[in-house]
């Protein structure tokens, strides 16, 4: 003999209470996420701002060989994919180096505390470290959009203290820095 209606209706009321509970039970889920680079750029050096690589399909930190000038990579996430409150736990940045001048080098990261733009420049004469002439929008070593708004320091204008500095392998290896991504930079 099977269930009356009684203990039917009993049973579906103990099991959306147990559907509801569990929905209304505050859980802490681990979600792992990648974001790609919104845009990027290679600061310059150079007192004119009219070198960029806006468009170019890499970006340039460090020194060149021949004149010792300093390249500044940029790079820039969209983050609205992660919710509001959300606890970041760790972040790994990983970049491939595809040339150097010297081997395995130490970098370091900087909050850039303005916007910056990604024009249409495209350094692809000598591998790209020499630059493009600039293009609107472009950020240069004076210039956050090309032509328009300057940095307030020549060469961007960033937190001043890094976070910690990693290591790039000469064999094109990748490199990673694990840092919490609202105090990567401010925390060290």
Do not use: K
């Amino acid at each position: 003999m099977g269930p009356s209606e009684r203990e039917r209706d009993m049973h579906y009321r103990a099991l959306l209470g147990v559907v509801v509970s569990a929905a209304l039970a505050p859980t802490a889920l681990a979600v792992n996420t990648t974001l790609t680079p919104s845009q990027d750029n290679t600061l310059y050096q150079d007192p004119s701002g009219l070198l960029s690589n806006g468009s170019g399909v890499s970006f340039f930190a460090g020194t060149t060989s021949s004149r010792q000038a300093v390249r500044r990579g940029l790079v820039q996430f969209d983050t609205s994919s992660i919710p509001a409150g959300a606890t970041i736990t760790s972040a790994t940045l990983t970049l491939f180096m595809s040339q150097t001048i010297s081997g395995p080098v130490n970098v370091s990261l900087h909050t850039v505390l303005a916007s910056w733009g990604e024009g249409a420049s495209n350094a692809v004469s000598g591998g790209g470290g020499s630059g493009a002439p600039s293009a609107p929008g472009d950020a240069t070593w004076i210039h956050r959009h090309f032509s328009t708004d300057t940095w307030t320091n020549p060469g961007g204008t960033s937190w001043p203290r890094p976070a910690r500095p990693c290591r790039w392998a000469a064999s094109g290896r990748t490199a990673g820095v694990r840092r919490a991504w609202s105090r990567m930079c401010r925390d060290g």
